[in-house]
């Protein structure tokens, strides 16, 4: 590697550590909020570029040697735990960092060598044209793609399969870091060209084989979700139909839609001996479409049916009830739901598992509300099974007959 002085060595480390927290960060999402997230790197950032500048100045020979593989360690675990993915795709994630941060930065010593001299600003500034270049092609062409990635194939994609996509990135970042290879010539240049092009074709078609797995089986899971939703919207016209009386419909708000459907469900769990709490405050219109807000209530209320009955396997003395909240205050529906369920009941990816929630009735539910980019949130809190969401509405629009 180049030479240089400490204020050498800080240029090198604010490049090398921010080009691999920016290229980190447009393949992966963070699991906390955008300002949080903000905070908490450049945090790290910060003290992690004084405490290498330090070691440097206090001992370059040591640097020199375990350095860049005590940052880059560091900067793993900071990784690992702020992002959303899980542990290994984490891990394939900086592992295909790792091989582009090579890649970079000895093209910036090469560029240096060849071009300039061996002048230590030429190098850096190469590496952050590089970076810049790099960046800028993974935002454009391929963040979506890497970033769907994780949602896609997650629950596809085997530890094995990780480990064999990350051996052959680590092979690739061998190859340009050997340090038995001294030669400085275009020849070389070429060379980490072509295993920069190899790798990254091979990591392109292992994407493309696990994306195509995942596809499939969302699409398959979308139909079994048309199909589950058309059986309860069958349910749902029979309940709203004529052959309902109207003495027995209560009026629970101002929505006749929501009136009957709650009536409905609300005499199904009294007669499965289930305490049923009704807190709705809701106007003629809700705000969005009434299909779309029977989807929500319909599978929240499935669900809540389930979890009680499950609670019961568990403990058939255990007094089971269902508490729904329905509010809605100017451009805002808010929707809370709770019900008695098992201790162990567990949340997996921000959604109920499907064992303790009957089925694909939540995934339904967040699908109806992301189309109102909305919000929600599952979670057990010491055998109550609690749901939330708020979704944005238009106050003063007549939404009924929207699709």
Wanted: aromatic fraction near 10%; include cysteine; hydrophobic fraction near 50%.
């Amino acid at each position: 590697m180049l030479g240089g002085s400490v204020m050498i060595a800080s240029a090198r480390m604010v490049v090398s550590i921010g080009g691999t927290m920016l290229l980190f960060f447009l393949m992966s999402e963070s699991r906390f909020g955008r300002k949080k997230t903000v905070v908490r790197c450049m945090c790290f950032y910060v003290l992690l570029i004084v405490l290498t500048c330090i070691w440097y100045g206090f001992s370059q020979e040591i640097f020199a040697r375990m350095g860049a593989l005590v940052t880059y360690l560091c900067f793993s675990v900071f990784a690992v735990w702020i992002s959303r993915d899980s542990v290994y795709v984490s891990l394939y994630k900086l592992a295909l960092v790792f091989y582009l941060l090579s890649a970079f930065m000895v093209g910036g010593i090469e560029v240096s060598v060849l071009f300039f001299e061996k002048n230590v600003w030429a190098d850096i500034i190469a590496r952050v044209v590089l970076l810049g270049l790099i960046a800028l092609f993974i935002d454009k062409k391929v963040k979506s793609s890497i970033r769907g990635f994780s949602d896609y194939v997650e629950n596809e994609l085997d530890r094995f399969s990780v480990a064999v996509m990350m051996l052959s990135l680590f092979l690739g970042i061998g190859f340009i870091l050997n340090p038995t290879i001294h030669d400085q010539t275009p020849y070389r240049l070429f060379q980490i060209a072509i295993n920069f092009f190899l790798t990254g074709i091979l990591q392109v078609l292992v994407f493309r084989l696990y994306l195509h797995i995942g596809r499939e089986k969302q699409y398959m899971q979308e139909n079994q979700l048309m199909e589950m939703n058309h059986r309860l919207l069958e349910r749902n016209l029979e309940l709203l139909g004529p052959s309902v009386e109207e003495d027995v419909t209560k009026k629970i708000c101002e929505n006749a839609a929501v009136n009957r459907i709650l009536t409905a469900y609300a005499e199904q769990a009294r007669k499965e001996q289930i305490e049923v709490k009704l807190d709705v405050e809701l106007e003629k219109e809700a705000g969005i479409p009434n299909i779309d807000l029977i989807t929500i209530l319909a599978n929240a209320w499935e669900n809540a049916l389930f979890g009680c009955a499950e609670a019961r396997k568990e403990d058939s003395e255990r007094a089971c009830i269902i508490h729904l909240s329905i509010r809605k205050k100017k451009n805002k529906l808010a929707i809370y739901c709770s019900n008695t369920c098992k201790m162990e009941a567990g949340v997996e990816k921000g959604l109920p598992r499907p064992e303790d929630s009957g089925g694909l009735g939540a995934v339904s539910i967040v699908k109806t509300v992301e189309k109102f980019d909305g919000e929600y949130d599952f979670k057990n809190n010491h055998g109550m099974f609690i749901f939330r969401l708020v979704v944005n509405v238009l106050p003063d629009q007549d939404v009924s007959a929207m699709v």
